[in-house]
């Protein structure tokens, strides 16, 4: 999209600004003569580059005229270009760098759209570059590379090209006689005549180039005075002479105009790879060539300042196979852009491996850094060292560094799966003198961008790769530094660890045991990280033990640094967990981290992309503060004192709230199986026929609210808190030990909970109705325990039961809504962990409460609710799974039995659609920070879609964070901890800091002082607002392309008298800016259309524009103006929808208040109140004067608004009586003055409040002509009566267009025959048939 950006800009400006520079630089007449130019003698030779721009070669030249010259193709950056541009097409095959063929076979469609487009319009049509150098003294180098200079130019040549370029100067003057000698020779051809003169006199100066080469011109060195043999220069020549006369035919040209090929072979994607070339053990080979090649320049460019180098590479001669020699090609960085798209690509799309890839580089390096030259590779960029007690600084010819930071930058180009979009963002940085001098660069590097915002260390926010961050440098550390191995390698980087120990066994068991034997012989064969540095032979291989403890002790050194930290993940995150509990004083804390650990989901027969929860749930850990006292307790009802045991992985926690999301999860299923859909099925149809036997509980309305709310309840509204109340559910004393009142402790059953709610310390008040459903979000753990009722009427079995089977085939074996004490097994030990106050006391007798199920009560481990999540995440991407499901579960039979097609299905897809589907805010960003989906919350982090719950019982605090969508999609971290309030902030600091460890996108990680803040909150607002101030606010916006303002843009009259200057306005809160941002709303600037700026979202609008069909009445922006002490003074408001007409906001209304505290109970007041506007329009407003300083405009119901402004209009007034006065050019401008003299006498008008005025621009927009024609009627009528369609204006459909009947026309009849064939009630999917696509599926 960049590049699109960059080719309109090109097109639609460049030329202009171009022009504008030629002509001032020129100059004219006298002037030009001065200059030293001749009028027009300035001419431009365009290098057409990019992939979109060779399909407007011509419009390029009518732009430019008169000062278009020609144009050519370099074609390096053109494949490199074109590979970026479909680099998501795994049908996309570029040409094979390391074939020498690439100019003869892969880019004959570009070279003849350049000759006939350039050439035959009168310009100077120029093909590539021949970048090959012979090797000094070597003649069969020389023999070698002029050779493939023949073919090279003549293959142009032949294709109409005017010229191309020369990559050795010594070559200029034959290139020139080889083109006389050929341009006279294919001209006597064409025309008909005698060739046998020119072919004879081609053949005698091909024959010369074989002749005394030490003394030829085109020597570049000598070469001792070699002669070539009489026999091998004449079978030189008639090869060449046999190339030269062949038709070029064996390369297909297709015609631009009847073949659908012909843009691919433009984009030369159409180059066949020969069988050969597909096999496994070639792309190996192709890879090795590109990563030998790619480390060198890279280190060259970076230590020694090199751009163009020039590589050895070893050349076959077409004559004889004996013929091998190494030739220099000229590598630069195009070349490496080509090279590392063509890695990336086999990677990426699974035809070569990524380990294979990791382990093609580090045998590579070795060989560069052992200098081991053969017949094939040949070294140009060594290996060097800085020298003992040399200064640091300025070591330009010291290259160790530099191969250390090409190896990581070569990981990150080719492992990244959405890779930086041009090499030089991760290369330029190294050239600043901080790093350029540094001793360790990489290092140094990922430590700067820690202090950049959202940890960005390059112009476009690129991070780089740090050691340890992603499974890709774990496998390299283990792999370069603890053992060749790629088996040992890839299982250690996959596998997550609790510990040093832990490691190390593992390691042992792998080396001992796992690995066989020709494994372990190529990990002893291999330099870097194998055996063989601690000078052990290969016959170690027998010893398996002792290689073993050989191993153990490298990785020990690796686990245990001297002064520094271990370099992978579970190490760090182990490390974050136990420092940020020591800091903040818990007593336990237990973190299971999810993650994807292929970078893409498994594949499953059917062409689902689905991740298996067994791969997501990674990373354990549970910790404990030996400073606090007792951790995990068993206790005896009655008994004195608690019994301290260390905590474990396997200690159970409480869930608490995260139960919501386990309970809605199950339910919404449960409903779906019984056919009930839960949006529309009110809970009362349901309550009422649930058997009872006693007195029957049904929702009913608090006193003084309507009836039919209570009716107006949907299952769905029980689970998104927006119907009940209660926001905290009151916990019970453990079995054994007795409520305040006397009762007896345990859980008491659901429905007695209800019925009797008193009874139980809960307020029957907050049981009932008291607000209209699906109106205003307020957090509900009451509608929970009515869905609990529901779930255990209908099924007859207790919630434990019922959800069982479930959260099994979640994998989730160790979570469950029934503790060991009210199961009543006498001599086990509760596996339970105590719950803290911050005091350090218990949280109640018996060390924790219990609480009702689905809405607190679940008890397990972080490891169990991950696989939950995972099972979650993984029925979003399933988009089967809704069906299988529901069928297996019709015919009694559950997933996974005889008889079905697919895998057990854990959850349908349905489900975690809906769950995770954002509907309108109704307050959860005010509560939470995210919007609220069904039984959990959803918040926007970047480009990310991430799943997060917050967790509160008494003693007990948790979080989870899942992301479902976005470039993190697998990822996710559950964690939980037995204390109190002061777990919030050590919860978000772990879930912060694991999240930067772990590398996800969109957060903004810079240090914040809100820790201390948070102490401060009340006792109510902690975990919600705890959660949303100290993380979810680090959550970036995922943000529409920018509209760039450019130098000379004009300035609004106004703006500079407008309280909403950008430097005054703080936005505080937007509920949509999906089309265009509402910073644009304050912008000084006049608005700008550009009709060719598109971006990721669309099209990009200098306005604030928001998604169209939101489920919200209005969509909204709040903001605040700095004014100093006092609010701001105004009566005269702005609303522009210049350049939106039909796409714009159809009403709009500002809200004011004078309150700086957001949070303030202080209601809006409307200053504008409920008003429409016109399209492509300019409204003024007259209020009464008001003031205030947080302010909420209304986007009704959505679409565009461009610009607001608030002003006093007196001051208004005198300013356009000035530029009245002084007759200003600006009044002039119809963007910013549709009609000025109706605006002064608008404002002159003494009337305050309720006046308006509505001016439209007097110009269409730029784009708005379109050769659309709309039926009239189409709704509801498909299959009936063909409707009729509306005529046009310009009587396209009637008997002016063109002498064509309305009747008759072919266009008329298509609809015809198209309409007629849809059937009532059919989705149609028109995009796809328009472009001969079809619809495979939708969820």
Known sequence: EDEARYLRKLISEAGRILQEMLSACQGEGAAAAARGFEPGSVRLIVVFESPRLIFRMRQVANILHPYFAGGSLGWHDFLAATARAFRFDSHYRMPLKSDPNIVVEGIKASHERVAQTIGRSGGIAIGGMYGVVPEGGNVDSEICARIGFVKDLVTQMARGLDGFWIGHLPFVRPAIALVEAYTRYRTEKLEGGSEKSALEDLRALIASFFVNLDSSPSSSHATGGAQVSEEDRQSYTEYLMEFIQRDDADVKSLDEKSDILFPRALLASLTMRRPEQESLESVEANIRYNVFQSLQYIVDYLANGNACVGLPAANTAPVGSRRTAFVHVLDDMATLERS????????????????????????????????????????????????????????????????????????????????????????????????????????????????????????????????????????????????????????????????????????????????????????????????????????????????????????????????????????????????????????????????????????????????????????????????????????????????????????????????????????????????????????????????????????????????????????????????????????????????????????????????????????????????????VFKYSGGGFLVLQYILEKMSGQSIEELVRPFLDRCGAQDLSFRSVEEIGAPGIDSPHAHGHLDDGSPAAKGGRLLFPELAAGAEGTTEGMAAFLAALTNAYWDHEAGSARQAHAAAGRPCGEEGSQRKEVVLSHETAVNMLHLGPDLGSLDFMGAQMGLGVFVAVCGKNRVACHQAANDGFRGLFLVCFWGPDRGKGIVVTSNGDNAAVAMICEIALEIMLIEGWQGVDYRPRSVFAEHAAMKQEEHVNRGVKDLLLSRFLPDLPDKHQSRCGDPVDAFSKLSLCSPAAVMIHRCNNQRFARAENLFSPLVPVFDPLAFGNDGKIMDSWETQRHQEAEFDFVEFSISTGDKPADFDLIHVSTIYHDGNHASHCQLDVRDDSDRRSSERWVPVLPFTSLDGHSSHWFKVCPHRGRLFRLRNYPDGGISRLGLYQSEEVLRALVELSASRAEVLQRRDMFPNASALQSFLCNGSNGGQSLRLRFPFEIGNEQKPLVVADGMQGVAGGTVPPLQSSSGGRWGGGDGGRSGEDDPRRLAVRRAWSAVRAGEEVDIAGELYGGRGLAAS
């Open 340 to 775: 590392r798209w063509e890695m990336w690509s086999e990677v990426y799309h699974g035809r070569f491996p990524r380990t294979a890839f990791l382990r093609v580089l580090f045998e590579e390096l070795a060989f560069i850094r052992e200098g081991q030259e053969d017949g094939v590779k040949k070294i140009c960029v060594r290996w060097t060292r800085r020298a003992e007690g040399d200064a640091y600084g300025g070591g330009h010819h010291e290259t160790e560094k530099w191969y250390q930071v090409a190896k990581c930058i070569m990981i990150q180009l080719v492992c990244d799966p959405e890779p930086v979009e041009f090499v030089s963002e991760l290369l330029l940085p190294f050239t600043l003198p901080l790093l350029k001098d540094s001793r360790n660069p990489w290092a140094q590097a990922c430590e700067i961008q820690n202090g950049v915002e959202g940890g960005a260390a390059t112009p476009s926010g690129v991070r780089f790769w740090r050691r340890g961050e992603n499974s890709v440098t774990e496998f390299c550390t283990y792999f370069e530094e603890v053992f060749g191995s790629v088996e040992y390698a890839e299982r250690m980087s996959q596998r997550q660890f609790n510990g040093v120990e832990e490691a190390l066994e593992f390691s042992c068991y792998l080396v001992s045991k796992a690995l066989d034997k020709a494994q372990l012989e190529r990990a002893l064969m291999f330099p870097t990280g194998g055996a063989q540095r601690e000078g052990v032979c290969a016959e170690v291989a027998g010893d398996r033990d002792g290689l073993s403890r050989l191993v153990s002790e490298r990785l020990r050194r690796v686990l245990l640094p001297d002064g520094g930290t271990a370099p992978f993940r579970w190490a760090a995150a182990k490390a974050v967990v136990e420092t940020c509990l020591l800091r903040h004083g818990c007593p336990g804390v237990s973190v299971t981290v999810l993650r994807d650990l292929q970078g893409k989901w498994n594949l499953v027969p059917d062409g689902s992309h689905v991740a298996s929860s067994s791969s997501s749930r990674l990373s354990c850990c549970a910790v404990a503060n030996t400073t606090t006292g007792g951790l995990s307790m068993r206790a005896q009802p009655g008994a004195a004192g608690l019994v301290e045991k260390k905590m474990s992985a396997a200690t159970h926690m409480q869930m608490a709230s995260l139960s919501k999301t386990i309970g809605a999860a199950f339910a919404l299923d449960f409903f779906r199986v019984h056919g009930l859909d839960a949006k529309t099925t009110p809970a009362n149809s349901v309550l009422r026929s649930l058997p009872s036997e006693g007195e029957r509980f049904v929702l009913k309305s608090a006193p003084g609210c309507p009836e039919e709310w209570a009716e107006e309840v949907m299952l769905a509204h029980l689970i998104s808190h927006t119907a009940k109340g209660m926001h905290y559910v009151r916990g019970f004393p453990l079995p054994g030990f007795q409520f305040e009142n006397d009762c007896p402790g345990g859980r008491p059953p659901v429905e007695d909970l209800l019925l009797h709610a008193g009874k139980y310390g809960y307020d029957p008040a907050e049981l009932l109705v008291s607000r209209k459903p699906s109106t």
